[in-house]
C-alpha cells in the first residue's frame, strides 16, 4: 500500500482536528450542565463556567427529589413512552406496510393526504375540541392517540418497506403465507433498523410530552415529568406556579443548580436508551430515505 501524500496528511489533520472542535464544543456544555448540577450554589456563581466541581454537592438533587410527585410524574412518563411507542409503532407498521403495496388501490391519494397533513394542521384549538368532542380530556389517551401516527416516520417506513426485495413476499405466498404473515415473519424482522429509528424516534417525543399535558389534563396527579419539571424550575426561579400536585414535603431548591439537575433528570433516561438502539440508528434513517 503507498504511503499518503503530504496533501493527504494534511487534509486527514485539519479533518480530525475540526471534527474534534466540534464534538467539544458538542460535549462541553453538557458537561457543564452536569458537572453544575453537582456542584454548590456559591461556586456556580463565581466561576458561572464549571466543568469539575471543587465542592461536590447533591443538594439540587436532594430538592428535586425532596417530594413524591417528581417519582410519580417519571412513572406517567415512562408509561406513557412505552405504551404510546408501541401503539405508534403498530399502527404506523400497518399504515407503511399497506401504502409500500404497488397493488393498493388509491394509495397515491393517501400518501398525498398524509404528506399534505405535514404542510397544514388544523391548529391548536380544533385539535382541542376533537381531543375534547372524544372525550379524552383528563386521560393519557390524550398523549397518545393524537400523535399515534407521524407522517415524516410514516414516510420513513413505507420507503423502506418498499426497498425490500420483492421476492421476497413473493416467495412467502407460494408457501401459502398470507399478508399479516408476510408483515409480521419476514417484513418486520427483515426492518429493524427502520423500526429501531423510529421507535426512537416516537419515544423521544412520547418522554418529551408537554405541550399536550398542559392542554389536555387538568388533574395535577395525571402529569408527567416535564411538566412537573417546569412547575419545579419556576418555583427555584421564585415565580408563582400551580403547587397543586406536590406534596407538602417540597422544599423550593436553588436557582441555578436545580436547573441543571432538571435537565440531567429530564435527559438522562432518554440518552440511556440511545446506545441500545445507536447501531440501527443511522442505517434505518438512511435506508428509510433513499426513494419515495
Known amino acids: 500500500m503507498h504511503d499518503k501524500s503530504l496533501g493527504s496528511r494534511v487534509f486527514d489533520a485539519v479533518n480530525y482536528t ?11 456544555p453538557f458537561i457543564h450542565v452536569v458537572a453544575g448540577s453537582f ?7 463565581e466561576k458561572q463556567f464549571v466543568l469539575i466541581p471543587t465542592v461536590w454537592s447533591l443538594d439540587a438533587y436532594r430538592y428535586v427529589f425532596s417530594t413524591n410527585t417528581l417519582i410519580r410524574g417519571l412513572g406517567v412518563s415512562i408509561g406513557v413512552t412505552v405504551i404510546g411507542t408501541l401503539i405508534s409503532m403498530f399502527l404506523t407498521s400497518l399504515m407503511a406496510y ?102 426512537l424516534f416516537y419515544a423521544v417525543t412520547y418522554w418529551n410530552t408537554y405541550m399536550t399535558a398542559i392542554l389536555y389534563l387538568n388533574d395535577s396527579v395525571k402529569w408527567p415529568v416535564q411538566v412537573i419539571l417546569r412547575q419545579i424550575v419556576i418555583l427555584a426561579s421564585g415565580l408563582s406556579a400551580d403547587t397543586s400536585g406536590m ?30 438502539l445507536q447501531k ?9 430515505s433513499i426513494k419515495g
Open 39 to 45: 456542584t454548590t450554589v456559591q461556586e456556580l456563581a
Open 18 to 28: 475540526l471534527l474534534a472542535l466540534v464534538a467539544l464544543i458538542t460535549i462541553l
Open 98 to 199: 399497506g401504502l409500500s403495496r404497488r397493488d393498493l388501490d388509491g394509495r397515491r391519494i393517501i400518501m398525498f393526504a398524509v404528506v399534505f397533513t405535514m404542510l397544514f394542521n388544523g391548529g391548536m384549538i380544533p385539535t382541542f375540541l376533537v381531543v375534547k368532542s372524544m372525550g379524552l380530556i383528563d386521560t393519557y389517551a390524550s398523549l397518545i392517540i393524537p400523535t399515534a401516527i407521524n407522517a415524516f416516520n410514516l414516510i420513513i417506513m413505507r420507503n423502506f418497506f418498499q426497498n425490500l426485495p420483492d421476492g421476497i413476499e413473493e416467495s412467502a405466498k407460494i408457501d401459502g403465507c398470507g399478508d399479516w404473515g408476510i408483515l409480521f415473519k419476514i417484513v418486520i424482522p427483515l426492518s429493524m433498523p427502520a423500526i429501531a429509528t423510529i421507535s
Open 247 to 276: 406534596d407538602d414535603s417540597f422544599v423550593t431548591p436553588p436557582e441555578q443548580t436545580v436547573k441543571m439537575a432538571v435537565i440531567v433528570v429530564a435527559t438522562l433516561p432518554i440518552l440511556l436508551v440511545y446506545p441500545f
Open 280 to 288: 440501527h440508528f443511522a442505517k434505518g434513517a438512511l435506508l428509510g
